[in-house]
């Protein structure tokens, strides 16, 4: 069976400082990588996406940046983190597979910039 | 612009009611509906998905679709307070990249 690694569960960082966030997947090949970010009290919000190694689509324009270096890893980073980064992140993967093409999230990683 | 819309609630149910969630979805070519648990501090956990026209059950839960009027629902029998969390609805357009479009979610508190 599939499983999706993350970590670390939580993080608390100083504004300014670097961030890394890794996902992992087991038990799929070649996976849809996904990652969101939830702030509080708010929705879903898709930061990037990669249908393969070194192939990431970004959504939304900011300070952070993602790379897949390997098939079934994906990575989140930051430079120079922000206060507006605080939130939840969630990694996700699906397979593609038609109409029944499923999304699955990591148990994510909970950030606090101070 | 794709959007799908949920009442934020919340939506409070007395133990052993029937609880209703209900979507709206702006994307005709939407094809592959989900709903998503997702308890308070946690990351989303897949409960349902719908493809179809109709109604589909699994346990407790009964999804339906109306893609007549873009409309997606829950239903949570004999609700649990166990089920109390936010319900997330999410939809997906066929052909091209899969990015699903997710509600923010409705909470759902289901009292004793």
């Known amino acids: 069976s599939q499983t999706i690694h993350q970590w670390p569960a939580t993080l608390v960082q100083p504004v300014g400082s670097p961030l890394s966030l890794e996902c992992t997947v087991e038990?799929?090949?070649?996976?849809?990588l996904y990652w969101y970010r939830q702030a509080a009290g708010r929705g879903l919000q898709l930061l990037f996406y990669s249908v393969g190694i070194g192939q990431i689509s970004s959504e939304v324009p900011q300070n952070l940046s993602a790379s897949r270096p390997q098939d079934r890893q994906f990575i989140l980073s930051s430079k120079k983190l922000l206060l507006s980064d605080s939130g939840f992140y969630l990694c996700?993967?699906?397979?593609?597979?038609?109409?029944?093409?499923?999304?699955?999230f990591g148990p994510g990683t909970r950030l606090l910039v101070l | 612009q794709k959007e799908v819309e949920q009442n934020s609630g919340p939506l409070s149910v007395p133990e052993g009611a029937i609880a209703s969630l209900n979507c709206t979805y702006s994307d005709r070519g939407s094809q592959s509906f989900f709903w998503y648990r997702q308890y308070s501090g946690k990351s989303p956990e897949l409960i349902m998905s719908i493809y179809s026209n109709g109604d589909k059950e699994d346990g407790r839960f009964t999804a339906q679709l109306n893609k007549a009027s873009q409309y997606v629902s829950l239903l949570i029998r004999d609700s649990q307070p166990s089920d109390s969390a936010t319900y997330l609805c999410?939809?997906?357009?066929?052909?091209?990249?899969?990015?699903?479009?997710f509600g923010r979610g409705t909470s759902l508190i289901v009292h004793p």
């Open positions: 999410a939809a997906v357009a066929s052909g091209g990249s899969y990015i699903p479009t």
């Open positions: 996700a993967w699906s397979v593609t597979g038609g109409l029944q093409e499923t999304q699955y």
């Open positions: 038990g799929t090949s070649n996976p849809n």
